[in-house]
């Protein structure tokens, strides 16, 4: 069964370093999406790509982050200066074409800014 | 007001027992709803989504629908101990959003 992979499945930095958290859509996707969730907190949508470019994104969101899909593949997160507040799990998605809302959530990545 | 509510819970039942979960949305403009179940520290995982009014059964879940009362549930007969996760509610097209909004979750126990 298709299924969304994401690495690393736990990430480890310090504040005001630079993170890139990857991930693999679906193949046969076309929306990308990467949401977090803060330990305790509810799930929060951050951005959707679609056609290489941001469909749209949340008020998280902000000039820190940064996403990209450097070839076929692979769906990227970037993290510029990572703040203690930006700990948590970030859960990549993607869903298909039209229509399909049915997102695939990859198995997330736990960040952790120390 | 938010977005999506459910009751945090937990919601516990004895293993066999129907277990009622509910949710209700403030947009009446979404589109369609999802249930997730969550183990703790896991992902997301897609147990029924709903698009229309009325019910919809796959195995052991039922999703039910109310735009008028905007209002998601999901019913779980014989419940299982596996059954016992964090049961996330979710909206498509919140607010006009392609994306999913969610609500905190409610947590099921279920009692062997």
């Known amino acids: 069964e298709p299924e969304v992979t994401q690495t690393p499945s736990h990430q480890v930095t310090q504040m005001g370093q630079e993170v890139i958290l990857r991930c693999v859509p679906i193949?046969?996707?076309?929306?990308f999406y990467w949401y977090r969730q803060i330990l305790g907190q509810k799930v929060e949508f951050l951005v959707s790509f679609y056609n290489n470019e941001i469909s749209e994104k949340s008020e998280i969101f902000d000039d820190q982050f940064s996403v990209e899909r450097p070839d076929g593949s692979n769906f990227t997160l970037k993290i510029r200066s990572t703040k203690l507040e930006d700990s948590a799990m970030y859960f990549c998605?993607?869903?298909?074409?039209?229509?399909?809302?049915?997102?695939?959530f990859g198995q997330g990545t736990r960040l952790t800014v120390v | 007001q938010k977005e999506v509510e459910q009751n945090s819970g937990p919601l516990s039942v004895p293993e066999g027992a129907i277990a009622s979960l509910n949710c209700t949305y403030s947009?009446?403009?979404?589109?369609?709803f999802f249930w997730y179940r969550q183990y703790s520290g896991k992902s997301p995982e897609l147990i029924m989504f709903?698009?229309?009014?009325g019910d919809k059964e796959d195995g052991r879940f039922t999703a039910q629908l109310n735009k008028a009362s905007q209002y998601v549930s999901l019913l779980i007969r014989d419940s299982q101990p596996s059954d016992s996760a964090t049961y996330l509610c979710?909206?498509?097209?919140?607010?006009?959003?392609?994306?999913?909004?969610f609500g905190s979750g409610t947590r099921l126990q279920v009692q062997p």
């Open positions: 947009d009446r403009g979404s589109q369609s």
């Open positions: 998605a993607s869903t298909g074409q039209g229509d399909d809302t049915e997102a695939f």
């Open positions: 979710a909206v498509w097209g919140n607010t006009g959003r392609r994306a999913l909004t």
């Open positions: 709903i698009y229309s009014n």
């Open positions: 193949s046969n996707h076309l929306y």
